[in-house]
């Protein structure tokens, strides 16, 4: 026992680096740099959301972590643009033009204030209220009824069941508008297609690895050092900050943090 024991704190060290001293000790942390209202001004905060998306036309989408709480779209200046409560069972998709499908209504862009019932499809969803409906009769009857539903509920989109066709034509992802209906037969029900990507911000020197916290497992902590626009900062390596350009001015996000104004 005491020789397995010896392998593997010998395996544990050799395999793990010992702590070093911060390199750049002059390099102020993100946390508090972002307390500095002349540098950074707060948007939104982590705790208010649990996923972010961007827009292209520089609107912020902000879902809720709980199902009972409205999501938001809002501007860089955190005015409220949209605020609704959805159906979470139901599928939630931005469309290439930036139009809003939810809880079975369309919403058109620029300001979301019109907006029409859109008929929406949830391939299994459909397939399952079918079988709920072929209870009483013989298995095999049921499943034959349920193979011809699903074969003519395909072919009314244009599509044709999964098995037939090759699993990396990536044909059985459907998520998208089909003879004006949406059409979904894939598991994630948020799709967004007009979408505003963040950028990496750059580092200025390597992650150190800086401590190790106590657990069932030694979890390292790393830090990293990042520089933008001239300005230095170091966070815990899992804080992974981006940068985005949100009406022609400048933002540092991190889900963990929220979304900072550069000032």
Request: with cysteine; aromatic share 14%; hydrophobic share 40%.
């Amino acid at each position: 026992m005491k020789y397995i024991t010896f392998l593997f704190v010998l395996l544990f060290f050799a395999c793990n680096p010992f702590p070093k001293k911060d390199k750049h000790p002059e390099v102020s942390l993100l946390a508090d740099l972002l307390k500095d209202t002349a540098k950074f001004k707060k948007v939104i905060g982590a705790e208010q959301f649990k996923d972010v998306a961007f827009l292209k036309n520089d609107r912020i989408i902000l879902i809720p972590n709980q199902s009972n709480l409205p999501f938001k779209i809002i501007d860089a200046n955190n005015n409220v643009i949209l605020e609704k409560v959805f159906d979470w069972k139901l599928p939630f998709y931005i469309d290439i033009e930036g139009n809003l499908y939810f809880n079975r209504q369309k919403y058109f862009l620029p300001d979301y204030k019109k907006y029409e019932p859109f008929k929406t499809v949830v391939i299994q969803d459909s397939l399952e209220q079918k079988s709920s409906t072929l209870k009483k009769m013989d298995d095999s009857l049921s499943a034959k009824a349920i193979e011809a539903y699903k074969i003519n509920l395909l072919a009314r989109y244009g599509l044709e069941p999964c098995e037939n066709i090759p699993l990396q034509s990536g044909k059985c992802d459907v998520f998208e508008i089909k003879k004006e209906a949406l059409i979904v037969r894939q598991p994630e029900l948020f799709k967004n297609d007009f979408t505003k990507q963040t950028k990496d911000i750059g580092k200025f020197d390597d992650d150190v690895l800086i401590k190790w916290n106590n657990g069932k497992l030694p979890n390292p902590v790393y830090l990293s050092y990042y520089q933008m626009d001239g300005q230095k900062f170091k966070c815990d390596s899992m804080i992974f900050p981006k940068m985005i350009t949100l009406g022609g001015k400048k933002f540092l996000f991190s889900s963990n943090i929220g979304l900072y104004q550069f000032q």
